[in-house]
């Protein structure tokens, strides 16, 4: 196959998935759904960011999780034990989502039976930037564990996100302060949110939800 028609696949392939992803976003708009796509490294604390956001968002909204993986029912399984509704896509070697995997999964259920989507994308930084899934919003995660220049050479994820988490802040002292990756991500992006989180303890998992624009109503 010459270079001229691997390009032209490949623009292909791509605007399908782009065609599906806006009508997914416009389908999820119209109905008044929250539909958000978090992605980030093996380990950077995704699937317990999300355990956070399922214990404080599923008392007052119905909310349905897509997690991506390569094998294994891990993540959806540690999810499901506060009570939401997940599924798994094992994309068998696949390094990403796409448009396709997730709308064949909203095929199988009733949209209006669910408030706030999730998907949790297969774990690295480089692969799900290129692929449009339809959320109203991308969220990076990446961990200060992940060294000091860890947003400096992964900057095209992190142009694709509204929201930037550096996760894992409890353990400032590793060598390097957390505030170099909120300032590294805040360069890339101008206007982008940058949330310090803990996973571990629930530090700025209230910021992370103000951020995603989802109120939580005060108990009366």
Known sequence: ???????SVRETVYKKNDDLAEEI????????KLFFNIMGSIGAGKTLLLENLAVKLSTHY???????????????????KHGVK????NTG??????????????????IDDFDIFFTENVGNLICP??????????IVV????EGEYVVKKHPIIFKDAEIAIINKCDLDGL????????????????????ICTSAKTGQGIDDFIEALGIEIPRDE
């Open 142 to 145: 990446v961990s200060i564990t």
């Open 62 to 80: 119905r909310v349905f999780v897509i997690n991506g993986d390569i094998a294994t029912t891990i993540d959806a399984d540690r999810i499901a």
């Open 129 to 138: 930037a290129a692929w449009d899934v339809g959320a109203q919003m991308n």
């Open 1 to 7: 196959m010459s270079q001229e028609k691997k390009i």
């Open 93 to 110: 070697g696949g390094c990403h989502l796409n448009a396709n995997l997730i709308a064949k999964e909203l095929e199988k259920i009733n």
């Open 175 to 194: 060598g390097f302060d957390s505030q170099v990756l909120e300032e590294d991500a805040s360069k890339i992006k101008s206007g982008m949110k940058v």
């Open 25 to 32: 976003r416009k389908n999820m708009k119209n109905k008044g």
């Open 86 to 89: 997940t599924v798994q896509i």
